[in-house]
């Protein structure tokens, strides 16, 4: 069946750095966009990032742009993003999903908090 | 891109039913064949329960349902079950960025 697995998540202070991870099971990796969606703790979704399957089109939303970074390695059926210069406003629960223009398997979410 | 417009809140008592909306433009749902809709019990990850405007994908229950008129997406819900009980979010691709945008959501209650 399929499985994705973030982690990486945690407290960090503002300006600080994380990477989180992302692996997949279930299903060959190589085939399938993937995507990166947060949620604050009790809003909405937000799309964050996009990747095709070779990562040669990516995509940001504009609120983090020049901050964070999504890369793939194939080999190791595992999705990243990684999150500099961090705001309190990017804390939320971070999902990796499968992107097929909708989103039809979702990990379990990793939360990351950013608080002095 | 600029969030979806979902009602907050919609309710109904069990056994009827109860349909939601989602509100974009032509730049979004209005454009494309791609809104989706997904359901999210409290601590839970999302779980897709329509794609492509009215398509269910296996497992989901025929009780719900979607469609879409011109810039607005509908989601229903017929013979509502206790279990329907959830937040639910609709989602449209928005063009070649590829970062589909989400509603702001509509907390369901089975009355």
């Known amino acids: 069946q399929v499985q994705l697995v973030e982690s990486g998540g945690g407290l960090v202070k503002p300006g600080g750095s994380l990477r989180l991870s992302c692996v997949a099971s279930?299903?060959?990796?190589?085939?399938?966009?993937m995507s990166w969606i947060r949620q604050v703790p009790g809003k909405g979704l937000e799309c964050v990032s996009f990747i095709t399957t070779s990562g040669t089109n990516i995509n940001y939303v504009d609120s983090v742009k020049g901050r964070f970074t999504i890369s793939r390695d194939n080999a190791k059926n595992s999705l990243f993003l990684e999150m500099n210069s961090l705001r309190a406003e990017d804390t939320a629960v971070y999902y990796c999903?499968?992107?097929?223009?909708?989103?039809?398997?979702w990990g379990r979410g990793t939360l990351v908090t950013v608080s002095s | 891109q600029s969030a979806l417009t979902q009602p907050p809140s919609a309710s109904g008592s069990p056994g009827q039913s109860v349909t939601i909306s989602c509100t974009g433009t032509?730049?979004?749902?209005?454009?494309?064949?791609?809104v989706s809709w997904y359901q999210q019990h409290p601590g839970k990850a999302p779980k897709l329960m329509i794609y492509?405007?009215?398509k269910r994908p296996s497992g989901v229950p025929d009780r719900f349902s979607g469609s879409k008129s011109g810039n607005t997406a509908s989601l229903t819900v017929s013979g509502l079950q206790a279990e329907d009980e959830a937040d639910y979010y609709c989602s449209s691709y928005a063009g070649s960025n590829n970062l589909k945008v989400f509603g702001g959501g509509t907390k369901l209650t089975v009355l």
């Open positions: 032509s730049s979004d749902v209005g454009g494309y064949k791609y």
């Open positions: 279930g299903f060959t990796f190589s085939d399938y966009y």
């Open positions: 492509e405007v009215s």
């Open positions: 999903a499968r992107d097929q223009i909708h989103f039809d398997y």
